[in-house]
């Protein structure tokens, strides 16, 4: 009887341990003003802790609700309040799922093509954007896709790089394209985008596999300097 009891608590603390939840960083992804030396992105802060901002500046942070934005003087949390509004878990979910753009076949935009674009923004962080020099952190490299804002009308692109080079076209309405397969998408390798009006530099990053959550991807993207994405993954994590 004693060791079946003692064995029923162990059971339950084991379980208690297992359902306790998973706190996610609290990271600063954007500072500027005074104190933004002493608040540089990619910088976790402890919960509990506060923020001393003065007049001018302007701090992000993000967390696994999204992002805040405190703006100087005064002192400030860390941790959001209970009650703040989460950011979107759709519009999050469709952004940074990697499965998404795998299964995509080109991603038409509805409507005629004399209509404006649908989209102004990648709806997917993972998509390379013609016009989006720098650095471009990839997460599955056999789902590499092109991006274009403007799918009114088709565009042929060219794509020098790594001693090789290629095409890709968009259809009319089109707002992806497939990555040539020739070119090799690997960690440190550089590509130049070529539209005719435009010439693009972008170099890859590879992440590996990349847990979903907002912190985690943050911190990946500020690691490797994808700067554009991580300013896509703010801006749609604001709440």
């Not at 009891?5 to 500027?32: F, H, I």
């Not at 209509?115 to 650095?135: C, F, M, S, T, Y």
């Not at 991807?217 to 994808?226: N, Q, R």
Request: charged letters at 20%; a positive charge; proline letters at 5%.
């Amino acid at each position: 009887m004693v060791w079946a009891k003692r064995a029923a608590v162990l059971c339950a603390v084991a379980m208690m341990g297992a359902a306790a939840p998973v706190l996610a960083d609290t990271l600063v992804v954007r500072a500027s003003g005074p104190s933004a030396r002493s608040y540089p992105p990619g910088a976790k802060l402890a919960d509990g802790g506060s923020l001393l901002l003065k007049a001018g500046d302007v701090v992000t942070l993000l967390d696994a609700k999204g992002t805040r934005t405190l703006r100087g003087p005064g002192r400030f949390g860390v941790t959001a309040a209970a009650n703040a509004v989460p950011a979107s878990n759709a519009t999050l979910a469709a952004l940074l799922d990697t499965k998404r753009v795998r299964r995509a076949r080109t991603g038409a935009v509805r409507g005629t093509v004399s209509e404006a674009p649908a989209v102004a923004k990648r709806p997917n962080l993972w998509l390379v954007d013609i016009a989006q020099p720098g650095a471009l952190c990839v997460a599955d490299p056999a789902a590499v896709r092109l991006w274009r804002a403007d799918a009114s009308k088709p565009l042929n692109v060219r794509i020098i790089g790594g001693g090789a080079q290629a095409a890709a076209s968009f259809p009319a309405g089109e707002a992806m394209a497939a990555w040539p397969a020739k070119l090799a998408v690997k960690d440190g390798a550089a590509y130049r985008v070529e539209t005719g009006e435009r010439s693009t530099e972008i170099r890859f990053a590879l992440l590996g596999a990349v847990d979903a959550g907002l912190d985690t991807t943050a911190s990946a993207l500020i690691a490797h300097g994808c700067q554009a994405q991580l300013d896509l993954l703010v801006d749609t994590a604001a709440r």
